[in-house]
């Protein structure tokens, strides 16, 4: 409990100058999360201790000016919801909900308590706003730090685009910080970080939608998926990664009402076997809807080649895990050519954040730009005729408008060890790509991985890359 207002010993508590104990009243900068009615919503709690009579009475400012008065606890003979009686050693609890809508303005709480015609400030908390509430997870690349010293990803930053708590593997200080903060696209694991590519996503919706955006990273570079476990017993403990961000999404108030949460992971785990992936993913999936219920999406980007050395079969799982699971969107990290096998430049990043406020636009917003939005994905491989020497590959989005770098055909690859080889690529039409072989095959199975890094790639016409597969059935 904090308190605001105290008597300078217990023979001064009087009428004037109770103890009053606030359990729960916002913080400067918070964000509320907005609810369906577009309105953000924060409980003011406490006790007053020891008055005879007099009110505790909040007053709400938009913009400086008096926007709405609130009686939070009446010590008066006339009783209504919010009075009690009083007296010394008495104590009096009050609790109440107030909400704010959700728009690019500066609100003030102020409490005060009034006897007679005195009135004490006892409680402020300033510039607070209603928006809207992502997460982020993973390793290094959800992160998104300022990897080569560039000093370009604070450019997004505004004023209404925020964070709360500190990233820092240590418990003390995720305890110890409390404040909400201007996010921060350049820094990991400090207070605001929310990295390049949250930063810049934010940005876009926030200048689009003129919505407020409050954004907690909480990724760990160079992190296995096992890492990122849940303490089933203890949700929020501490020492654990899913802990302190879970910690800290409760202790700004914003657990219950996140939005959406982005999972970037997945380069270390290059020696972890796809099957125990794919069972500690679903774990983590089921946690992340128990913990924050009202999550609506879940994005996940599948990891690019090097950097810790990830399977194709890793990556195609990840690609496929909106086919498996309910609510997840995959994003591809490919045609991202500021890329130095590991991590992105700040354009790379820069991309990414594009390529993902897009789709927040068209999940959250109403938004009707949806053409060659989302990443290429297979739907089929077909051969053309029965000397299998031609290969149809139709991808999900009929309308899609594909775009085939020069070199892109090498990185089509024949499974079940067969020795032909894919010779050239065309497209065949939107959505379609027809991929000649050297000569007939007996082969099954396909699989793309892209280039590591820089290189030629299979995009949209909106540059977003196509998703890696591996082990795509080829049907006859």
Same mark, same amino acid.
């Given at each position: 409990?904090?308190?605001?207002?105290?008597?300078?010993? *217990?023979?001064?508590?009087?009428?004037?100058?109770?103890?009053?104990?606030?359990?729960? *009243?916002?913080?400067? !900068?918070?964000?509320?999360?907005?609810?369906?009615?577009?309105?953000?919503?924060?409980?003011?709690?406490?006790?007053?201790?020891?008055?005879?009579?007099? =009110?505790? =009475?909040?007053?709400?400012?938009?913009?400086?000016?008096?926007?709405?008065?609130?009686?939070?606890?009446?010590?008066?003979?006339?009783?209504?919801?919010?009075?009690?009686?009083?007296?010394?050693?008495?104590?009096?609890?009050?609790?109440?909900?107030?909400?704010?809508?959700?728009?690019?303005?500066?609100?003030?709480?102020?409490?005060?308590?009034?006897?007679?015609?005195?009135?004490?400030?006892?409680?402020?908390?300033?510039?607070?706003? %209603?928006?809207?509430?992502?997460?982020?997870?993973?390793?290094? #690349?959800?992160?998104?730090?300022?990897?080569? @010293?560039?000093?370009?990803?604070?450019?997004? =930053?505004?004023?209404?685009?925020?964070?709360?708590?500190?990233?820092?593997?240590?418990?003390?200080?995720?305890?110890?910080?409390?404040?909400?903060?201007?996010?921060?696209?350049?820094?990991?694991?400090?207070? @605001?970080?929310?990295?390049?590519?949250?930063?810049?996503?934010?940005?876009?919706?926030?200048?689009?939608?003129?919505?407020?955006?409050?954004? !907690?990273?909480?990724?760990?570079?160079?992190?296995?998926?096992?890492?990122?476990?849940?303490?089933?017993? =203890?949700?929020?403990?501490?020492?654990?990664?899913?802990?302190?961000?879970?910690?800290? %999404?409760?202790?700004?108030?914003?657990?219950?009402?996140?939005?959406?949460?982005?999972?970037?992971?997945?380069?270390?785990?290059?020696?972890?076997?796809?099957?125990?992936?794919?069972?500690? *993913?679903?774990?983590?999936? !089921?946690?992340?809807?128990?913990? +924050?219920?009202?999550?609506?999406?879940?994005?996940?980007?599948?990891?690019?080649?090097? +950097? @810790?050395?990830?399977?194709?079969?890793?990556?195609?799982?990840?690609?496929?895990?909106?086919?498996?699971?309910?609510?997840?969107?995959?994003?591809?990290?490919?045609?991202?050519?500021?890329?130095?096998? +590991?991590?992105?430049?700040?354009?790379?990043?820069?991309?990414?954040?594009?390529?993902?406020?897009?789709? !927040?636009?068209?999940?959250?917003? @109403?938004?009707?730009?949806?053409? #060659?939005?989302?990443?290429?994905?297979?739907?089929? %491989?077909?051969?053309?005729?029965?000397?299998?020497?031609?290969?149809?590959?139709?991808?999900?989005?009929?309308?899609?408008?594909?775009?085939?770098?020069?070199?892109?055909?090498?990185?089509?690859?024949?499974?079940?060890?067969?020795?032909?080889?894919?010779?050239?690529?065309?497209?065949?039409?939107?959505?379609?790509?027809?991929?000649?072989?050297?000569?007939?095959?007996?082969?099954?199975?396909?699989?793309?991985?892209?280039?590591?890094?820089?290189?030629?790639?299979?995009?949209?016409?909106?540059?977003?890359?196509?998703?890696?597969?591996?082990?795509?059935?080829?049907?006859?």
């Amino acid at each position: 409990s904090l308190i605001l207002c105290s008597p300078a010993s *217990f023979q001064d508590l009087q009428a004037a100058n109770p103890q009053i104990y606030f359990s729960s *009243f916002p913080k400067n !900068l918070q964000i509320l999360p907005r609810d369906e009615t577009n309105f953000g919503y924060v409980e003011i709690s406490g006790v007053v201790d020891g008055a005879e009579s007099g =009110q505790l =009475q909040l007053r709400i400012l938009r913009n400086g000016e008096l926007w709405a008065e609130h009686v939070l606890l009446d010590l008066s003979q006339s009783k209504d919801a919010h009075s009690a009686t009083g007296g010394p050693g008495t104590s009096n609890p009050f609790t109440r909900s107030f909400g704010i809508p959700a728009e690019l303005a500066n609100f003030d709480f102020l409490a005060h308590w009034q006897t007679g015609t005195e009135t004490h400030l006892v409680a402020k908390a300033n510039n607070l706003a %209603a928006g809207d509430v992502y997460i982020i997870s993973g390793q290094s #690349n959800a992160n998104a730090a300022d990897y080569h @010293g560039e000093q370009l990803a604070n450019q997004h =930053q505004r004023y209404w685009l925020r964070s709360f708590g500190t990233a820092s593997l240590n418990p003390n200080d995720v305890i110890a910080d409390l404040n909400w903060h201007l996010a921060d696209g350049e820094t990991a694991g400090w207070s @605001g970080s929310v990295g390049t590519w949250g930063l810049r996503m934010g940005q876009l919706l926030l200048d689009k939608y003129q919505i407020p955006i409050a954004i !907690l990273n909480g990724a760990v570079g160079g992190t296995l998926i096992s890492y990122h476990s849940r303490n089933d017993q =203890q949700h929020d403990d501490l020492s654990t990664a899913y802990g302190r961000l879970l910690w800290r %999404a409760k202790a700004a108030g914003v657990d219950q009402r996140a939005k959406a949460f982005f999972w970037y992971q997945g380069e270390s785990d290059g020696g972890t076997p796809v099957a125990t992936y794919a069972d500690s *993913f679903y774990d983590l999936y !089921l946690d992340w809807l128990e913990d +924050c219920p009202r999550l609506k999406q879940i994005y996940l980007m599948p990891v690019l080649k090097g +950097c @810790g050395n990830p399977t194709l079969e890793l990556r195609d799982l990840q690609r496929r895990s909106a086919d498996l699971l309910p609510g997840i969107t995959v994003m591809s990290v490919t045609a991202t050519n500021a890329h130095d096998g +590991c991590h992105f430049y700040y354009s790379g990043y820069r991309q990414l954040g594009d390529r993902l406020a897009r789709l !927040l636009a068209r999940d959250f917003y @109403g938004s009707l730009d949806t053409a #060659n939005i989302t990443a290429p994905n297979p739907l089929q %491989a077909q051969f053309t005729s029965a000397n299998r020497g031609q290969i149809m590959l139709t991808y999900r989005v009929a309308s899609d408008q594909l775009i085939l770098g020069s070199d892109v055909y090498q990185d089509f690859k024949l499974g079940d060890g067969v020795p032909e080889k894919v010779i050239s690529a065309a497209i065949a039409g939107p959505g379609q790509i027809l991929l000649t072989l050297d000569q007939p095959t007996s082969a099954t199975l396909m699989r793309y991985a892209g280039p590591n890094g820089s290189g030629e790639w299979l995009m949209n016409a909106r540059g977003v890359g196509a998703l890696a597969f591996g082990a795509l059935p080829i049907l006859p």
